[in-house]
Nanobody, 127 residues
């Protein structure tokens, strides 16, 4: 059983930064792409960023490109999301997910491609 535990959320002001972490256990973390998604109240869960199993390729939603950076430390079984220049529209619960298939060179952007999820961490950005 895979466990994903997110941390690092909080209440910040517009323009501030936060770094989210997602610690994984239960299977070979380094073999799987990882993704970050978010869900605001009343909205669908949406893709934010994803990174391939070896960190060689990453994708971002247009809304966060240039402000957010996804990274991973396979020695620590952890994936990160560095969020800079935060905006009120970034307010959401942020979830990390683990790709259902190992060794994906093209990390997936669709949530159905992920088979394990964390419990989420709340990010609130005030204006």
């Amino acid at each position: 059983q895979v466990q994903l535990v997110e941390s690092g959320g909080g209440l910040v002001q517009a323009g501030d930064s936060l770094r989210l972490s997602c610690a994984a256990s239960g299977r070979t973390f380094s073999s799987y792409a990882m993704g970050w998604f978010r869900q605001a109240p009343g909205k669908e869960r949406e893709f934010v960023a994803a990174i391939s199993w070896n960190g060689g390729r990453s994708y971002y939603a247009d809304s966060v490109k240039g402000r957010f950076t996804i990274s991973r430390d396979n020695a620590k079984n952890t994936v990160y999301l560095q969020m800079n220049s935060l905006k009120p529209e970034d307010t959401a619960v942020y979830y990390c997910g683990a790709d259902r298939n190992p060794y994906s060179d093209y990390p997936p952007k669709a949530n159905y491609e992920y088979d394990y999820w964390g419990q989420g961490t709340q990010v609130t950005v005030s204006s």
